[in-house]
């Protein structure tokens, strides 16, 4: 019996269906932060429409999806190694974070410019020839 090589049995490991459970866990509370029925954002209502506001809002639902591949990535890649050292799961959760805590930075700037948007146009009702763009802002955990 070679010890060396062989795990304690009670030695605790985070296995590759961890990862893939804890990075789905983060990325569905993600998720469920940006619905604007969930979410206790400020909400702005934009005269002028902004398509740069939609372009943020897609690409913090981008980085949370990203986050989500990353998660199953790493839970793939870890149970396709056979043997692979306890820092390997921690890198994949540091870039499931990374990730979400980027698409939170996306949405602070989102809110950022809305609320440049308000400043520089204040909605009047009325005053719009057409449907008043709503955003609801939702900052995320990290930018408050």
């Known amino acids: 019996?070679?010890?060396?090589?062989?795990?304690?049995?009670?030695?605790?490991?985070?296995q590759a269906g961890h990862v893939v459970a804890i990075g789905a866990l983060l990325?569905?509370?993600?998720?469920?932060e940006r619905v604007?029925?969930?979410a206790s954002g400020h909400r702005y209502l934009l005269c002028h429409e902004s398509s740069a506001l939609d372009h943020l809002t897609l690409t913090?639902?981008?980085?949370?999806?990203a986050a989500g591949v990353a998660?199953?990535?790493?839970?793939?890649?870890m149970q396709a190694r056979d043997a692979h050292g306890a820092a390997l799961p921690v890198v994949w959760l540091v870039v499931v974070a990374v990730l979400l805590?980027?698409?939170?930075?996306?949405?602070?700037?989102?809110?950022?410019?809305a609320a440049q948007l308000s400043a520089a146009t204040p909605f009047t009702p009325g005053a719009c020839d057409y449907v008043?763009?709503?955003?609801?802002a939702t900052p995320g955990w990290f930018f408050w």
């Not at 019996?1 to 985070?14: I, K, P, Q, Y």
């Not at 008043?132 to 609801?136: A, T």
């Open 101 to 113: 805590v980027a698409a939170d930075g996306v949405d602070a700037h989102g809110e950022a410019l």
């Open 1 to 14: 019996m070679n010890t060396s090589t062989e795990r304690a049995v009670g030695a605790r490991t985070l």
């Open 36 to 38: 604007p029925r969930f």
């Open 60 to 65: 913090a639902f981008a980085l949370v999806m």
């Open 71 to 77: 998660a199953l990535t790493g839970g793939v890649m």
């Open 27 to 32: 990325c569905a509370a993600a998720v469920v």
């Open 132 to 136: 008043p763009q709503d955003y609801v």
